[in-house]
């Protein structure tokens, strides 16, 4: 029996994760929607390898939540999505690469290329109707992510497997307004 690859996505913080699946739900074709907005980190890991877990819990003893910058906003041709930025993040991924190096599959051996998406699938002019009407008012900002979120793949939906938190920042923050 063959057992379904693991997903890593980065956890976002509440208030971002609400508002893009607020976005992804308005615009994603509700057939194809089988998911909150995500920010995918690993598409393929193998179920068998325990490492991954193992890795992932002794990061987040350490690793404190991460500030993302929201950027801009991107065309994937049939779809749209939030373009993030965090050199924070393209540290931790890298150094994950390099950790799980023997069983990557080349798509997770490449760069990271943040992002979030809210639709996909669609026709090309819908895609770029919907991006126009967001980039009118795009302002960038600031999210957190706060842990790594380990899934299954079941063909379409995924299975919530495991949440590994980062640690808590306990000093006062601004709060964030989110656009």
């Known amino acids: 029996m063959e057992l379904n690859p693991l997903i890593l996505t980065l956890t976002l913080d509440p208030e971002a994760a609400d508002f893009f699946t607020q976005l ?7 057939e194809r929607n089988y998911l909150q907005a995500h920010l995918t980190l690993f598409h393929h890991l193998p179920p068998t390898e325990k490492v991954i877990k193992e890795t992932l819990e ?3 003893q350490k690793q404190p939540q991460i500030t993302l910058e929201v950027t801009d906003l991107m065309s994937l041709g049939k779809g749209v999505a939030y373009r ?3 050199e924070e993040l393209q540290e931790l991924h890298r150094y994950l690469q390099e950790q799980w190096e023997l069983f990557l599959l080349p798509q997770d051996k490449q760069k ?14 819908e895609a770029k109707g919907l991006e126009h009407r967001l980039r009118q008012s795009f302002q ?14 079941q063909g379409g939906p995924w299975k919530l ?3 590994f938190p980062f ?8 709060s964030k307004q989110i656009h």
């Open 24 to 30: 992804r739900t308005q615009h994603f074709p509700p």
């Open 58 to 60: 002794q990061i987040c």
């Open 84 to 86: 993030i930025a965090s």
């Open 112 to 125: 990271l290329r943040p992002h979030i998406t809210i639709q996909n699938k669609v026709k090309p002019e």
């Open 140 to 153: 960038p900002f600031q999210i957190s992510g706060i842990g790594f979120t380990l899934w299954e793949y």
């Open 161 to 163: 497997l495991k949440e």
């Open 167 to 174: 640690q808590p920042v306990f000093e006062k923050t601004a």
